[in-house]
Structures are given as structure tokens and as C-alpha cells.
């Protein structure tokens, strides 16, 4: 028995397929089955790869790139191997296809929570790559969370550019205009980007001479930083796959959605030296706040949406 | 929202137009000594990334920018190298070999970038910049302009450089006789084939500067596949230059005011989708297409290989 | 052993193949100062072969090159340069975007500014003695090739060659212009250097020359020195080179006798052309009102010097080039606002001057070539399908008329010799449904034979009762073909005149602007 | 510009000798193509030991499952469609002389008005009817795409190497904002197209995975080979490509012949586009962009515009890039190694027909 998971890019981002594999890999040794890495497969026609493991004995399949998800039902029907795949809740099949809508809106909204509280200039900057769902839902709660914290604070949206996934010098040049326009703390998604907005953030002063911090998001970039990581929207999925293994095994594989949230700490905001200890008491007490849905976040997958959120709030 | 424009926030703009606007400049010039001289460099891209990484790579263990610019410009002039080897001397159809060494540039340096760096990824500290006195006193365009790395100037003041080469010196006859009509340099005692390769080998370095400068300056990193279509930008620069390094200039600082505008237009929470924002640089190269390309009058012999008495 | 210490250049036993070709075969030569030595030969003899080994374009394959008595290998056009070896080349060697300033001064050590002025002072002394004017800072571009040709002997002549090589050089010069070179010829070798020149025109050989060797196939088949030189006279030493050159049937060949024709004076013109007009452009002049009517059977001559607006005339009339008013009826229908196509369809053809730059297709076969101007039309075309049977054996049949010497219909056209692919254009120009035919300068690089062939076709296209345009710069030519002359200056044209005994004179006079 | 092209020699008669100098010339050609690919081999062998891999194993694997498994062939032959059509397209441009490098924005947009189009298209009428629908939609916005260098070109004589280049760009930002503005799918959060159902797609061959877009490509391709090798247009197209001045003097109509050239060759890329969606992805993704253009501009060029040699080194691409990527995987390469194998290939392909050409040359002296 083997598990086989399959990523648009190498293992080693610190991010989203870092997780993914990390992942997938301490589930498969939890549950004592083999664990197959297809990496840097790119975001094109993974259909020959998802063929070629299913046809070597993979018993499910973890398409980990929500570009993969109308291939992987498909070979999925073609093989009659198992697969998993991401933000597509409608497209269930028992036995067959099974989906993980991974969102980390609700830490998110406690990182916006927590960049309200410690910015000096009342004012905070989003700067992300493109616009996927899965951050298109976290920019808004984080907007959302600064909000809810203090609606003086002023958000400050940006879209780096044009295929800009691997543009290390947009992410950089756009992280500093956002920085001059008075951010002190950058929330930023990206891939190859993502390291050049950490870079602007360690090169370039805020507005009253300080320093200003970085949350990321997804991974913990804790081995890389240079003391400006003020925190980040850390995924853990191996539940989301330990579950996905136990339910083949119980073979009730294909008939829900998993997920990650803050109740189980597979979505954490993650405590760096950067927070001061009663900020952070603050947030550990607004994340009760969430579990126990006393405070409500909704995620918003759309971008046009997104944009018009952060218009409201701007003004 | 107009308060949002605040005097730091639009010199920061303009900085950023500048720093993107350079490793297309610093590509585009190069393209234009190699089209002067009659080679189609369509392997600048590579060039500009076999700049980026070894740019970093001498930038990040020496400590020191410059070496990095160096190196940069090493990396670039060994791909050139290959070109020149390849197309120059031999006379292989350039098109061919310039897409085949920016697939191969593409993979090998995504390649060592992942043996070497994708655990760590290494940054590099804070640029210096040389502060030019009274004139970055100046509101806006002060700081943007006259805040900036040397080597920054140095791109620019290169931009003159190459426009008195051109139309100054004998090396600056030799390049137009090259692309233009390379049996008449021939004839006139001038080899042909040495002087395209040295056109080659500056557009290598020039390309190879452009990538370094942007991992080192606009990046501070090194990641795969950094330079996202810049060679072919400056392929285009330098085709709309018509032979004329200044509007190599005017045609890289358009396109980095243009990326700035995109930014500006979000940051002032403007609700057209970013995309449609983001198409902006290209249509303004485009209507600058439609209305010069007419005269953008490209040397008689530009991709036809010199071999002396043939016919 | 001191003979040849007086050589400033001698060839031993050279010989260069090319593929399929043996180029110069053992090829033996002596270029002294003091001399003008003549170059005679036809087409692909291989005088060009000869000189580009001494100008460093090409290593001899066997034999030898002494220099000064030395065994030299002249490995490029630097070295060759650097030995006091100036070449003239057959074909243009100017860069036509920079100024003729800048083409005499290309070449120098590439991080040195151009010395302009250095330049200046030389080429004012130079041309005072030359007798030309020389226009330092236009662009080469924007010259006519008469002048063009002009800035290619200063340009050797500022090198301060020991040798000069000049290579058909007198191809694109006004007979005023060719005299004057003659004249210059003749000072440069009393001051001690050597000259080579190499014409197809015998009189010229005969005018200016001191000796004179005769290339065939690649092999030198003769050789008048000076002293036998001297003591012959003009038509003696014609007879003897035609005899070298085409062993004993003719006497001056170009003294062909114009056949008498008679031209129905009533018959309604063939082709009538009223005010035509061109805009002038960059680099060329404009049309001003061109009138003329051709008669079917009738020969018109175009005189004038190269660069007057005869390649846009021919143009205008072919339908490629626009023209700003006036009216072309061919056959009394008018045909001004017809595409190149139409025209052609109507009976008009146009031989174009330039046989590899437009009039063919170099890379493509011999057989495509001659069709080039009907592709999909039948029979060779059916529904769009290239019907290869068809096509192989027009070919085949119009090789064998016009008597094309090709290896075989595949071989691509550019490997023809000039006066081959002429054939191929003659060929395709006077097939079926000509009525009006212009030729541009038909003869313009080909060997005696060559042209003499190609001048009996434009007559007996006449006498089949076409109408002939015929434009020339070489005024013999005209007269020995034309029933009327008209001269063409500037871009219009400044007079007609009958070819009766008086014609030359008349013309000269047009020529410099003055009325016959 | 101009850029060498290879003599056209089809256009004679072929004598009886003739036959068998072909079956000597073919191979030859294979020789001179088999050869190199072993060079090339041999130096991409030495980047992998260099990181450790054995090269050996590699090649197996790129072998097994590009070429040699039933499963691996079937992918290899997939992969073939969209790169044939595109092919194609070059072979129309840059035979006529014009450097269409736009291929890729072309494409895209292609893709995308076939995968908005077509699962709307089956709800109103037969499957079959659909697609073919799409695929002249998408054709006709590819060529309508091309519009701008081809006028530009035509009327102005503005370089299409830069035209097309931009026009590429400009191409795969519209393309995106396509997909997330006008044709996105509401059923899901993902933004890409609706999606055409698996049964709705193109047929598979036979019972395999192979989707009939390789026979339609292989049709495309050997059609624009007859085209241009045996008929008056190609001939005109062909005549432009290698003398316009001549095209003028023999009254072709230049300016029409060469949008006609760009809508070919634009039309093919669009329908490269939409045959891959058709075909096999069944709808288009956001940021979608595979840049097959890129990798087949040097293949065309290596096949001398010939339609049948396209195909060998389209077969061979297919592999590689199949193959590679399994045996990166196996290995624990990381896939970019695919590229460097890919450039090494291309360039020593390059060198050998170079060699070959010397070698000739010198024989015939
Ligand atoms: N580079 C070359 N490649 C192949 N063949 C060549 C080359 N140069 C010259 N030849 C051949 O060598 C022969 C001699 O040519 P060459 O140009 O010397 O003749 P030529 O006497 O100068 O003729 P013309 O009077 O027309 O100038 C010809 O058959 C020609 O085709
Ligand atoms: N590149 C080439 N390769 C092979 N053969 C060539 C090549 N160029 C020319 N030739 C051969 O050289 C011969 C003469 O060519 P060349 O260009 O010298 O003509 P030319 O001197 O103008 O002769 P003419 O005008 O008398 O026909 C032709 O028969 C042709 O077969
Ligand atoms: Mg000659
Ligand atoms: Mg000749």
C-alpha cells in the first residue's frame, strides 16, 4: 500500500508544497504505509504522472494544487484509484474523490487581529502574488481582523504583477511602495515571490525609521528569518491526510470534505519572539473566541469580491 | 484617499520604476549592440539568468555587490560565449540556438538553485546607496532618482557611452558595417566575424549585469526563473530603439513607471481588476509599436551568418 | 630570377575549385609596376576567383602568390591591405547606411575617433587629380551606382595601394567617366604603380591597357605583353584577344550592323504613355511627366546616365511602383490603375535589371523560376495543384530554346552564372502573349557572347512586331539597336532623337543639357 | 530580416534514380538525428553524475516511460496534439519569411474561447457539432489575434519578430483575464472555465488514452506540408518568404499574402490551443500557460520547415518531456533537469546538421 502526492513545485518553499509533502509524509509513516513525492510537476497537464503512479499501485492520490482538480477525478474514474483533491467541496465521490478545501481565513483573521495591535503607523499592507481562492480568503479575514481590532487602521492591498509567482524583484519592489505608502507590517503571499517581499522587509525602514515586520502565511519560514517574522498563518495538514488514510481504511473515503481550522491547531498563528507575551495572551483569547464561534469568519474566495472588501475598508 | 499619495509614497513609486526599469535598460542595450552588428540574440534571457545566479552567488559569499556585478556580467559573457561560438563562428541559425540556451539557462540555474540555496534561501543585506548632494534634495524625484545604487548611474551614463560609440568612434562604424553590410567591413580590413563576437560578448555581459542587478538589487535574492520574460522585453526595446541607445532608456523607464502605475492604482484602492491594470506596461509598449514600429528599420544582414566568399 | 624581382605580385601555378567547379586551374600571372594589366575573359572564367585570392578573400588550393618575390600567403583582407593590395571589387562593397565619409574611413583601429578631417584633406587632393566631385557626407544610400562606383576607386586610391585591382569597374561610369579613369589609369602607373583591371569591353582593354591576359574555363589561354601590345593597333589588338577569347569566327563583334527595319508609321501605337508622374523618395529621384509612344515592330531607346529615374520609369510601367497622374494605355486601353498581375496579363513585360535581387527566387529550381511570374495558372496548375510534369517539360524546352546551361531544372538558379540566369529571365518574359516588352539594362555584366546573344533576342522580338523599351547606359548599345533614342535626365525626359548618322553627337549633347 | 531557409527543392520531378536516393536520404537523416541524440545524451550523462544520479538509470527511464511502456507511449502520443498544430503553424509562418514568435499568446487565447465555448455548445447541440463549433471559434480569435502584426507587417513593415513577441505577452494577460472576468466557472471557487465532461471530449483512440487530436494534428501538419510543397498558394507563400522584392516583381499581392500567413499560422496555434482542451484538459485554469510555443520554434527550425521532420522531433520532445519527468521523479532530480536535456539536445542537433552540411559540402569539392 502506497501514497502518492503530487505538487506544482519542489518540496522546499517553506510554503505550500512544502507543507503539502511534509505532510503527507509524516501521515504516511503514522499510518506505516510507503509515500510516493511527484514534485515541481508544474501547474500544466499532470494527467501522464497521476496515470503512471495510479498504475504503480498507488492506493490514493493527493493532487496538492487546486490546478489539478478537474485531472485528478478524472484519471480517478479512469484508474479507479482513489484521489484527494483541493478547494472543490461539490466534488465528492464516495470511494473515488475526496476533497480538502484548506483555508486559513480563521487564522488570518487573528493575524489581522494581531498586525492591528502592534502597528506602530495605524497602517498594514497585503501583498500577494496573484489571486487564488485559498488567499484570496485569507487577504479578506486578514482585513477583516484589522478591522475588527481597530477601524483606523489602514489596509493596503497590492497584486504584484503579471504571472508574478517566481517575480522575486516585483514582490520586492511592490512590498516597498506598499511600505512607503506607511505599512509597517506586510501580510504577504507568494511563492518565489514571497522571499523577495521578506527582503524588502529586512532592507527597508518604516515610516517612523523601525523596523517593519512580516506574517506569512502557510509555512514556518522561522530557519530563514533574519528577526523580522513577526508570524505566520501555519497549515498543518497532516490530519487532513491522516484522516483522508483512515477513511480508505474504513472505506468511507469520498464521502466528506476536510478541513483545516483553528480548533485543532491544523491552522495556528505562530508565536514568535517578535510578540510581545500579553498581545499574544490577547490573541490566544480571541482565537477561543473563534472556536467557540462567538466571533464569526467567513471566508470570501472571490477576488472581485476580496477587491471590493478592501475598497470598504480603505475608506 | 489623495492623502494616500504621500510625497515618500510616490518617490518610493518612482524608485521602483527606476530599479525595475534598469535590468531591462541594461538588457535592452545589450540586445541593440548585438542586432547593430547583425546577431538575433534571442538567448539574452538566458544570458540574464546565468547573470542572476552567478550575480548572487559572487554577491552573496564575497560580500561584496560589485564582485556579484562581476560575476554577473561573467555569467552572462559564458552564455554569450557559447552564442558566439556557435552563431558567430560557425554560423549556426540563431533562433535555434538562443531559445535552446534560455530553456537550457532556465533548467541549470533552477537546478543549482535547488542543490544549493532551497533550504537556506540566502538574502543579501540592504543596497547602498550613493547620494547624489542638492539634487536628491529635490521633492519626489529627489530620493527616487538621485537616491540610487552607483551602479544605477553608471547604467545611464552607459546609455551615453554607447550613443558616442555608435556615432563616434570607428568600433561604433565597425558594429553598423557588420549588421548592415558585414563583406563591405571585411573588404575593408575589418574581421567580421571578431567583431560581431565582440558584439556577442558585451551583449553577454551587458545581459548578465541586467540579471545580476536584478537578483542583487531588485531582488536581494536568487530564485528560479527570476527574470520572467525581461530578456524578451529588451529584445523588443532594443528593436523599437532603432539603433538609438537613448530610446533603449526612454523605452525601460516607460515600461518601469507603467509596473509602478499597476501598484499605484491598488494601493489607491481603485476596483478594476488587477489583471486588466496589469496589462497596462504591455499595451503602452504596443501603441508605442503602433505608432514608431513603422521605422523601427532593422540591419539588411541581422541573422544571416558572415562567411567570408561565400555566395 | 630578376624578372620576377620586378613583379610586385606574381601567381605560380595557382588553381581554387569550388564545388562542381575548377575555378583557376594552374593559373600563372605577372603584375608589374609601370603597367596596366588587362583581365579578359567571359563569364566564370574566374577573374573575380583570381582577385579575391589576391585581396585575401580566398587561399589558393594549390600553386602559389609572390609578393614582392616573396612566397606570401595572403590569409585576409587586412593582410592583403597591409601589402598594398587595393581592390575594387566587381560587386558594390559599401555600407549603404553610413555616409561616404564613413565608408573611407572604416577600417581604421576601432577605439580611434575617425579622423574626418585627415580624410578630407586627402580625398580634396585625390579627386582634384580625378576630376570628380565627391559628395564626403552623404549617405551612400541616397548615390546613384555610377557614384557609388566613383567612391569605390577613392576608397582604394586613399589607401595608397602598390596595387590596384579594379574589377568591372567601369560597368556603371558614363563614358566621360571611363575616359577620365583611363586618364587617371595611366598617371597612377607612371608614378610606379601596378594596375589590373578587368572589363568586358574590348575597346576599353584595348585603350587602356599595357598588357593583356585572357582567363577561359579557369585556365590563362594567352597573353599580349607590352611590346606586342605596342605595336599593334586597335582593331588588331581586338581581332587577336576575340580570337584568344572565342577562337577564329568574328572580327569587332560589337560593330553588329543594326538591321534595317521598316516601321508601318501609321500603325496605331502599341504603348502609349501620357505625363507620367513619380514622387521622388529618400533615396531616389521622381518622374516628371514622361510622354512616348511605342509602335508595334519599334525599338525605344533610353539614354541617360545611371540613377535618372530609369529604374522608377520601368517600375511605373510594370505596376510596382505608384505614380502620381498621368496615363499608360497599352493598345489604346488603359492600364495605369492595373496591378503588376493585370499588366502582365495584358501583354506587358517587364525584364527586370536586377536578376537576383527581384527577377528570381535564387534558392528555388531553375524550372520554378521560369514560372515565377504565372504561378497557378494552367496548365502548369491545376485547381492550385502544382502539376510537376507539366512544369518539368516547359522547362526543359525552354532550356533548350534559349540555350540555358544549367546542370539540370533542380539546380537553384543563384548557381547560375549571370549570363544563364539572364536566359532564364528572357525565357519568362517573351513566352507567349508578350505585346510590350521593357528590358532594364539586359546586358549589364555579361561576357561578349553572352551579350550578343541577348541583344539578337530583343531584335527579333521587334521584328515580331512587339513593341521594345529599351533602356540602357551604355550608349552603344542603343545605337546599335534603337530606332529612336530618348534621354532621360533627372527624371524626365529632355529629348527624342531619330538613331540616324547623327544620333550620337545629338544625344551627348542632351546628355550634358544641352538641345540636340 | 532574413534568415537563411533551406533551399525548397520539392518542386521537380522526381527521375527513377530518384526513389532510392530518398530511401539513402532518409537514412542518412536518421543517422544524423540518432547520432547527435546520443551525443547529447552522453553530455547531459555527465551534469548528472556531476549531481550524483546515475545516468544510466535515468535514460531507462526516460525510455520506459516516454517510449517503450504501453502506458508511457500512449502519454508520449497525447502530448504530440497541441505541439503538432503549432508546428504547423510555424512551418506555414516561417517558410513565407515571417518570424511569427507569438505562438504562445495565440495559443492561450485559443484555448480559451474553446473551453468557454464548447461546454456551453453541447448543452444546445450533438457533441461532434460542438466541437467543431469550438474549434472554429477558437481558430478565428486566434487569427483575429493576429490582426494587429499582421496589418502592422503588411501595410507598415513593422518587424513582427517584436510585434509578435508583445502581442504574446499582452496575450497571456488577456487570456487570464478571460478566464477570471468573462467565462469563469460559478460552480466552483477556482477561477478557470466551466468544464467540458470527459465523454463530451474528442474521442480516444481505440481503447487507449490517446486522444484523436494526434491523428487531427497529423493531419494539420501533413496538410500544411502538401500545402506549401505542392500547390500555387504555397508556392506564393513560399516566394514571399524567400524574396519579397521578387513576390513584387512577379505582381504577388504581398500585404494579403501575409495576413493570409499570419491568420494560418495563428489559426493553427489557436487550434493547437483549443485541441489540447478539447482533447484532454477540458477546461482552462487562471494562469494557465504550458509555453509549447517556445519549445517548438527550434524543432521547426531543426526539421528545415519540413512538415514529416516536424514530426520526428515533435515525437522526441513528447518523450523527453514524458519521460523526464518520471525519471526526475524516480531519481529525485529535480524535474528542471528535463530543460537542461532538452537544450543540450536542440543544440547538439544544431551542431550535427552543421557537420552534415560541411561533410557535403566538402565531398561535392
Ligand atoms: N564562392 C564560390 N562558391 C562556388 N563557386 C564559386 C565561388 N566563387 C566563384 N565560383 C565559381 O568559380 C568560377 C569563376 O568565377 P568568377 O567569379 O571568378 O568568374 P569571373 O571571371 O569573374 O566572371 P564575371 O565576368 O562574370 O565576373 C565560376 O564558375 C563560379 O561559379
Ligand atoms: N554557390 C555556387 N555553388 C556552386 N556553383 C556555383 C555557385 N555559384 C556559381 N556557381 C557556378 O559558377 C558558374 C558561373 O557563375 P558566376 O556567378 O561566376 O557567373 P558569371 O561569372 O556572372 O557568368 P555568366 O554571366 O557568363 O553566366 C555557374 O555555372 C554555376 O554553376
Ligand atoms: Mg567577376
Ligand atoms: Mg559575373
Redesign the pocket.
Known amino acids: 500500500k502506497s501514497i502518492a502526492i503530487l505538487t506544482p513545485e519542489e518540496g522546499t518553499d517553506y510554503g505550500w508544497n512544502q507543507q503539502g509533502i511534509d505532510a503527507a509524509k509524516a501521515a504516511a509513516k503514522a499510518a506505516g504505509v510507503e509515500i510516493v513525492v511527484a514534485q515541481g510537476l508544474g501547474y500544466g497537464d499532470v494527467r501522464p504522472t497521476l496515470r503512471e503512479l495510479a498504475a504503480d499501485g498507488a492506493s490514493l492520490l493527493i493532487a496538492h494544487a487546486s490546478g489539478y482538480n478537474t485531472s485528478a477525478p478524472e484519471i480517478a474514474k479512469e484508474t479507479k484509484v482513489p484521489v484527494a483533491i483541493v478547494d472543490t467541496p461539490t466534488g465528492l465521490e464516495k470511494g473515488l474523490v475526496a476533497d480538502y478545501t484548506l483555508s486559513g481565513h480563521e487564522g488570518a483573521y487573528l493575524a489581522g487581529r494581531l498586525a492591528a495591535k502592534m502597528s506602530r503607523s495605524k497602517s498594514v499592507g497585503i501583498v500577494v502574488s496573484g489571486e487564488p481562492p485559498s488567499w484570496n480568503s485569507q487577504s479578506a479575514a486578514f482585513a477583516q481582523g484589522v478591522k475588527a481590532e481597530s477601524p483606523d487602521v489602514k489596509v493596503t492591498y497590492a497584486v504584484i504583477g503579471p504571472a508574478a509567482y517566481s517575480d522575486a524583484a516585483g514582490g520586492k519592489r511592490v512590498t516597498e511602495s506598499v511600505i512607503a505608502s506607511g505599512a509597517d507590517i506586510i501580510f504577504g503571499q507568494g511563492n518565489g515571490s514571497s522571499f523577495g517581499m521578506l527582503q524588502a522587509v529586512e532592507t527597508t525602514k518604516a515610516g517612523d525609521g523601525g523596523k517593519v515586520y512580516f506574517i506569512d502565511v502557510i509555512g514556518d519560514k522561522t530557519p530563514i528569518d533574519k528577526g523580522f517574522l513577526l508570524s505566520s498563518v501555519v497549515w498543518n495538514i497532516e490530519p487532513v491526510y491522516a484522516a483522508m488514510i483512515a477513511d480508505l481504511k474504513a472505506d468511507t473515503f469520498g464521502t466528506k470534505s476536510y478541513s483545516i481550522g483553528l480548533k485543532d491547531d491544523s491552522v495556528k498563528l505562530l508565536k514568535t519572539a517578535a510578540i510581545p507575551d500579553d498581545v499574544w495572551a490577547e490573541i490566544q483569547a480571541l482565537r477561543e473566541d473563534v472556536i467557540s464561534g462567538k466571533t464569526k469568519v467567513d471566508p470570501v474566495y472571490d477576488a472581485a469580491a476580496v477587491r471590493a472588501l478592501m475598497t470598504s475598508v480603505a475608506q | 484617499m489623495t492623502g494616500l499619495f504621500s510625497e515618500v509614497f510616490l518617490s518610493a513609486l518612482l524608485f521602483g520604476a527606476v530599479t525595475a526599469a534598469i535590468p531591462l535598460l541594461l538588457a535592452g542595450l545589450g540586445e541593440q549592440m548585438s542586432e547593430k552588428a547583425g546577431v538575433l540574440n534571442i538567448g539574452i534571457e538566458g544570458m540574464m539568468l546565468a547573470g542572476a545566479y552567478l550575480g548572487f552567488v559572487g554577491a552573496f559569499y564575497s560580500g561584496s555587490l560589485w564582485l556579484g556585478f562581476l560575476t554577473g556580467a561573467g555569467g552572462g559573457i559564458a552564455v554569450a560565449l557559447v552564442m558566439a561560438l556557435l552563431c558567430v563562428r560557425i554560423g549556426l541559425n540563431q533562433i535555434v540556438i538562443g531559445i535552446a540556451l534560455t530553456l537550457g539557462l532556465e533548467g541549470l540555474t533552477a537546478l543549482l538553485h535547488h542543490f544549493q540555496f532551497s533550504r537556506s534561501y540566502p538574502r543579501l543585506p540592504a543596497v547602498d546607496v550613493t547620494v547624489i548632494p542638492l539634487l536628491s534634495a529635490i521633492p519626489v524625484i529627489g530620493p527616487a532618482l538621485f537616491r540610487q545604487h552607483l551602479i544605477v548611474y553608471l547604467a545611464v551614463a552607459l546609455v551615453f557611452a554607447m550613443g558616442y560609440i555608435y556615432r563616434r568612434t570607428q568600433l561604433g562604424l565597425n558594429l553598423q558595417a557588420a549588421g548592415d553590410k558585414p563583406a563591405a567591413l571585411d573588404v575593408a580590413g575589418i574581421d567580421v566575424v571578431r567583431t560581431r563576437t565582440i558584439a556577442v560578448l558585451t551583449t553577454g555581459a551587458l545581459a548578465g549585469l541586467g540579471g545580476a542587478f536584478l537578483a542583487n538589487v531588485g531582488a536581494g535574492l536568487f530564485i528560479p526563473f527570476i527574470t520572467n520574460g525581461a530578456g524578451f522585453l529588451g529584445i523588443v526595446l532594443a528593436m523599437l530603439a532603432r539603433g538609438r541607445p537613448v530610446w533603449v532608456l526612454f523605452g525601460a523607464l516607460l515600461f518601469g513607471v507603467c509596473l509602478s502605475l499597476t501598484t499605484a492604482m491598488q494601493v489607491a484602492g481603485i476596483n478594476i481588476p488587477t489583471d486588466v491594470i496589469q496589462m497596462l506596461p504591455f499595451l503602452a509598449v504596443m501603441v508605442m509599436l503602433v505608432l514608431f514600429g513603422r521605422r523601427a528599420s532593422l540591419p539588411a544582414a541581422l541573422g544571416i551568418p558572415y562567411e567570408r566568399?561565400?555566395? | 630570377m630578376s624578372v620576377a624581382k620586378r613583379d610586385i605580385v606574381a601567381l605560380e601555378g595557382v588553381t581554387?575549385r569550388?564545388?562542381?567547379?575548377?575555378?583557376?586551374d594552374s593559373v600563372d600571372l605577372a603584375i608589374r609596376p609601370g603597367e596596366v594589366h588587362v583581365l579578359l575573359?567571359?563569364?566564370?572564367?574566374?577573374?573575380?576567383?583570381?582577385?579575391?585570392m589576391l585581396s585575401g578573400l580566398?587561399q589558393p588550393d594549390e600553386g602559389r602568390i609572390l609578393v614582392g618575390g616573396e612566397p606570401t600567403t595572403i590569409t585576409s583582407p587586412r593582410h592583403a591591405l597591409a601589402l598594398g593590395i587595393g581592390t575594387v571589387f566587381?560587386h558594390m562593397m559599401l555600407v549603404p547606411t553610413l555616409t561616404v565619409a564613413e565608408n573611407l574611413l572604416l577600417g581604421g583601429p576601432w577605439w580611434q575617433r575617425p579622423k574626418t578631417e585627415e580624410l578630407e584633406a586627402r580625398v580634396a587632393e585625390i579627386t582634384r587629380t580625378l576630376g570628380i566631385t565627391v559628395k564626403l557626407h552623404a549617405k551612400v544610400s541616397e548615390l546613384s551606382l555610377g557614384e557609388q562606383q566613383q567612391v569605390e576607386i577613392l576608397r582604394a586610391m586613399v589607401r595608397n595601394s602598390r596595387l590596384l585591382i579594379l574589377?568591372?569597374s567601369t560597368s556603371m561610369l558614363t563614358p566621360k567617366g571611363i575616359d577620365e579613369l583611363g586618364a587617371l589609369m595611366r598617371r597612377l602607373v607612371e608614378q610606379g604603380l601596378a594596375i589590373v583591371f578587368?572589363t568586358?569591353k574590348l575597346k576599353e582593354a584595348a585603350a587602356f591597357g599595357d598588357r593583356i591576359s585572357v582567363?577561359k574555363l579557369?585556365r590563362k589561354v594567352g597573353e599580349i605583353p607590352p611590346e606586342r601590345f605596342r605595336a599593334l593597333g586597335e582593331q588588331a589588338i581586338i581581332g587577336e584577344i576575340v580570337e584568344l577569347m572565342f577562337g577564329k569566327q568574328k572580327d569587332d563583334p560589337e560593330a553588329a550592323e543594326r538591321a534595317v527595319r521598316t516601321i508601318r508609321a501609321e500603325a496605331a501605337p502599341l504603348l502609349e504613355v501620357r505625363d507620367l508622374g513619380v514622387a521622388p523618395t529618400d533615396d531616389a529621384p521622381g518622374l516628371s511627366s514622361i510622354s512616348f509612344d511605342i509602335r508595334p515592330g519599334e525599338l525605344l531607346g533610353i539614354a541617360g546616365i545611371d540613377g535618372n529615374g530609369q529604374k522608377q520609369l520601368a517600375e511605373a510601367l510594370a505596376g510596382q511602383r505608384a505614380t502620381v497622374g498621368g496615363s499608360v494605355r497599352l493598345q489604346g486601353a488603359p492600364i495605369e490603375a492595373l496591378s503588376v498581375g493585370e499588366r502582365r496579363q495584358r501583354g506587358l513585360r517587364y525584364l527586370t535589371d536586377d536578376r537576383l535581387g527581384e527577377g528570381t527566387v535564387g534558392t528555388f529550381p531553375v524550372s520554378i523560376n521560369f514560372f515565377l511570374k504565372q504561378v497557378g495558372a494552367a496548365p502548369f496548375w491545376r485547381k492550385g495543384v502544382e502539376q510537376r510534369a507539366e512544369i518539368d517539360k516547359r522547362a526543359a524546352q525552354l532550356v533548350r530554346e534559349y540555350d540555358v546551361r544549367t546542370p539540370s531544372l533542380k539546380t537553384p538558379v543563384a548557381?547560375l552564372?549571370?549570363?544563364n540566369i539572364q536566359k532564364v529571365l528572357l525565357a519568362r518574359e517573351l513566352a507567349e502573349g508578350a505585346k510590350v516588352v521593357i528590358f532594364n539594362k539586359p546586358t549589364y555584366?555579361?561576357?561578349l557572347a553572352n551579350t550578343l546573344a541577348s541583344r539578337q533576342r530583343i531584335r527579333d522580338t521587334a521584328a515580331r512586331g512587339l513593341a521594345v523599351l529599351l533602356i540602357s547606359t551604355d550608349l552603344e548599345e542603343l545605337l546599335s539597336m534603337c530606332d529612336r533614342i530618348a534621354v532621360i535626365s533627372n527624371g524626365s525626359l529632355v529629348g527624342t532623337v531619330e538613331n540616324a548618322d547623327d544620333a550620337r553627337t545629338k544625344i551627348g549633347r542632351l546628355m550634358i543639357g544641352l538641345a540636340a | 530580416m532574413s534568415i537563411d531557409i533551406a533551399p525548397a527543392t520539392s518542386a521537380t520531378a522526381l527521375d527513377a534514380t530518384a526513389a532510392m536516393a530518398t530511401r539513402r536520404d532518409i537514412q542518412h537523416r536518421l543517422l544524423m538525428t540518432l547520432g547527435p541524440i546520443l551525443a547529447a545524451l552522453i553530455i547531459a550523462g555527465c551534469i548528472l553524475l556531476a549531481v550524483g544520479v546515475d545516468p544510466l538509470a535515468y535514460y531507462g527511464f526516460v525510455l520506459k516511460r516516454g517510449l517503450l511502456s504501453p502506458l508511457g507511449i500512449q502519454q508520449t502520443l497525447t502530448r504530440m496534439a497541441p505541439l503538432l498544430f503549432l508546428a504547423a503553424g510555424l512551418i506555414v509562418a516561417f517558410r513565407a519569411g515571417m518570424w511569427n514568435l507569438g505562438g504562445d499568446g495565440q495559443f492561450l487565447l485559443g484555448a480559451v474561447t474553446a473551453a468557454a465555448s464548447a461546454p456551453v455548445l453541447v448543452e444546445v447541440m450533438p457533441a461532434w457539432l460542438a466541437l467543431i463549433c469550438s474549434f472554429v471559434i477558437a481558430m478565428v480569435v486566434a487569427m483575429i489575434w493576429s490582426l494587429v502584426p499582421a496589418l502592422l507587417r503588411a501595410y507598415q513593415g513593422v518587424n513582427e519578430i517584436i510585434t509578435t513577441l508583445m502581442m504574446t505577452f499582452l496575450g497571456t494577460s488577456l487570456a487570464n483575464v478571460l478566464v477570471k472576468l468573462m467565462f469563469r466557472d460559478p460552480g466552483t471557487t477556482v477561477p478557470q472555465t466551466r468544464t467540458l465532461p470527459v465523454e463530451d471530449r474528442l474521442p480516444r483512440l481505440f481503447d487507449t488514452t490517446i486522444t484523436s487530436g494526434l491523428l487531427l494534428g497529423l493531419v494539420a501538419i501533413i496538410t500544411v506540408h502538401l500545402v506549401m510543397t505542392r500547390t500555387a498558394f504555397g508556392l506564393k507563400l513560399r516566394i514571399v518568404g524567400a524574396n519579397p522584392r521578387a513576390a513584387i516583381h512577379a505582381g504577388l499581392g504581398v500585404p494579403k499574402l501575409t495576413i493570409a500567413v499570419f491568420a494560418i499560422s495563428a489559426g493553427l496555434a489557436g487550434l493547437a490551443g483549443a485541441v489540447d482542451i478539447l482533447g484532454v484538459q477540458g477546461n482552462v485554469r487562471a494562469d494557465w500557460n504550458p509555453a509549447y510555443g517556445l519549445a517548438v520554434i527550434p524543432v521547426v527550425f531543426l526539421a528545415r520547415m519540413n512538415g514529416f521532420a516536424a514530426i520526428g522531433f515533435v515525437f522526441l520532445l513528447s518523450v523527453l518531456s514524458i519521460g523526464g519527468e518520471s525519471a526526475a521523479r524516480r531519481l529525485g532530480v529535480p524535474n528542471h533537469f528535463t530543460l537542461v536535456l532538452v537544450s543540450i539536445v536542440l543544440i547538439v542537433l544544431a551542431l550535427a546538421e552543421y557537420i552534415d552540411h560541411r561533410y557535403n559540402q566538402s565531398r561535392k569539392a
Open positions: 566568399g561565400a555566395r | 581554387k569550388f564545388p562542381g567547379v575548377v575555378a583557376n575573359g567571359e563569364n566564370g572564367a574566374g577573374k573575380s576567383t583570381l582577385i579575391g580566398q566587381q574589377d568591372e578587368i568586358h582567363l579557369g548557381r552564372s549571370g549570363g555584366g555579361l561576357d
